[in-house]
Nanobody, 124 residues
Framework: QVQPVESGGGLVQAGGSLRLSCAAS????????MGWFRQAPGKEREFVAT????????YYADSVKGRFTISRDNAKNTVYLQMNSLKPEDTAVYYC?????????????????WGQGTQVTVSS
């Protein structure tokens, strides 16, 4: 079992950067595919990025491709989301999730464990 806990959210101006961290408890963290999702006010939660555990394969939503980078450090049981060139439309609660599978995962239904979320606010 894995329990993700997000940190690193905050307020930043448009064009700025933030790095989110997700620390996950559990000795088998390295065998989970990890993902980031976000939910803006009044909108449904949406996929942002995912990284699998076997070869570190990544996949991004088109809206963040080229600006966000997902990475993981299995020794630290932590996954990161580096967010650059932030836009006001990136404002949302960002959630970290873990999936018991080896392939990348793009859909909420594929994930087994979720964090509580961290707020990211981008001002214009």
């Amino acid at each position: 079992q894995v329990q993700p806990v997000e940190s690193g959210g905050g307020l930043v101006q448009a064009g700025g950067s933030l790095r989110l961290s997700c620390a996950a408890s559990g000795r088998t963290f390295s065998r989970y595919t990890m993902g980031w999702f976000r939910q803006a006010p009044g909108k449904e939660r949406e996929f942002v990025a995912t990284i699998n555990w076997t070869r570190g394969r990544t996949y991004y939503a088109d809206s963040v491709k080229g600006r966000f980078t997902i990475s993981r450090d299995n020794a630290k049981n932590t996954v990161y989301l580096q967010m650059n060139s932030l836009k006001p439309e990136d404002t949302a609660v960002y959630y970290c999730a873990a999936a018991q599978k080896s392939a990348i995962a793009l859909y909420e239904s594929e994930y087994d464990y979720w964090g509580q979320g961290t707020q990211v606010t981008v001002s214009s």
